[in-house]
């Protein structure tokens, strides 16, 4: 319940008694008469405040945050969603933020028509809690999954050899945005995640991912077998990343079209998914501790395949084609 529609209450209930001066007894409320109560002029009826504009406003945008609406924080991310052309609503400017922080984000904003609202630092911090958004932040449309077919499409368009990650149920939000930052800077035309026992695209995963999330599509599968399935049709190698795998990881051919899946964070690739691996991928460890992080070893096998990719390329003599830039 709102709080401005409760009234305060005494610390005696209605109807409680006490003592006057000569003894008698007496109740706080007036006698009913004809089955009514009567009022009692000596407590009138306490005001209620009514809400201000400014109440209405944020309540209503914290209430958004449960809606289909993303909340982007912090420079980086947000000066990439609009160069991107992401759609956005409205960019929140802490009053308190360092000038020449957020200059560069209210000069885009005015350039693409997008309103900025000057507010109290506290009112970021209800926004998006827990989230360090450096005095900006910006309310967007969540980011839209593609299909499968597109990841494959976007390859063809380049003239590449598909590269696809997949990850097997990585949940950590922080992983994901690390996985989405690497692939954008290897080349990877796309990132499958299932819906279920995944981290989403939310507004951690866009900070972590520096804005790369704008630039590199996510398919969100409901069988990720299955899909496994549909890419060995399409040509495709899988290749699962797994510590106990017989095979080295560097003397694995990686220059064909090739899908690379990730998994847990704690327990590694699934069954099911493991069994559906064309072949098994081990990093080299010397260590005391016998697994990787889910994105650093992502990252370890992307540029792997990056490296054995530019020699093929020079052995065959064929100059490698500078990429259109997608960061318009």
Known sequence: MNEYNQRPQSSRSPGSSKTNAAGDRKTDRAPASNGRVAKDKRYPATPVPKESAEDKEVWAEES??????????????????????????????????????????????????????????????????????????????????????DLLARAAERGEAPLIVLLDEVEDPHNLGSVLRTADCTGVHGVIIPKRRSASLTAVVAKTSAGAVEYVPVARVANLVQTMEKLKEAGLWIAGADAGAKEGFYDTNLTGPMAIVIGNEGQGLSRLVKERCDFILSLPMSGQINSLNASVAAGVILYEVVRQRQQALKKSGVKQATPAPDHA
């Open 64 to 149: 958004a945050l449960k809606g289909d609406d993303e909340y982007l924080a912090g420079k980086h991310p947000i000066l990439e969603a609009m160069k991107a052309g992401r759609s956005i609503n409205k960019i929140f400017v802490s009053a308190q933020a360092q000038r020449h922080l957020v200059q560069p984000i209210m000069d885009e904003a005015k350039i693409r028509g997008i309103v900025v609202q000057q507010v109290d630092k506290s009112k970021l911090d209800r926004l998006v809690p827990d989230m360090q958004h450096q005095g900006v932040v910006a309310q967007a449309a969540a980011v839209a999954y593609v299909e499968v077919e």
